[in-house]
């Protein structure tokens, strides 16, 4: 008799790489768009916060140092800059000098995902803010937030107090 010596295959068959290959392109299409927009939905949301920082810590700036601010924004275009501007909206800061955060003179900050229609907003030395609102837009939805907070009407509590 004669023995054979035992096969000793091993890896896949062209075919079956194949199939595999194909299984995962097809749930690569699947979810491919999906991580995509999940992605982009992530940088709006992320920049939104930062939007939202860079307002409060401006508003606590003025307060705390006693200055006014004046904010501008365009397309995707945002910038604080220190003190209240006679420029026309969209020009240069007072003296041609680019917005720097160093010397504190201001911040230009140019959003990806977020667009902005022209606004310019000034926020006084006492932290308020006029007019009072902040629009912009991530992709379709327009968004806006009130940069002041809401004083307390004399309601129930206002009159308990001043009955006094």
Known sequence: MTSRAPSLRRGFTLIELLVVLAIIAIAATLVG??????????????????????????????????????????????????????????????????????????????????????????LNRHGFWQPNELRWYEGDNERSVQLNMRLIESGEEGDDAQAD
Do not use: C, H, M, W
């Open 33 to 122: 768009p999906l991580a995509f927009t999940q992605y982009e939905n992530s940088q709006r949301t992320a920049e939104r916060e930062q939007l939202l920082r860079l307002i409060n810590e401006y508003t606590f700036a003025a307060y705390s140092r006693n200055q006014n601010f004046t904010l501008t924004t365009a397309n995707t275009d945002f910038s604080i800059e220190k003190g209240q501007p006679s420029l026309a909206l969209g020009g240069t800061p007072q003296g041609g000098q680019p917005f720097l955060g160093e010397n504190g003179s201001g911040i230009k900050v140019i959003f990806e995902y977020l667009e902005f229609p022209e606004q310019r907003i000034y």
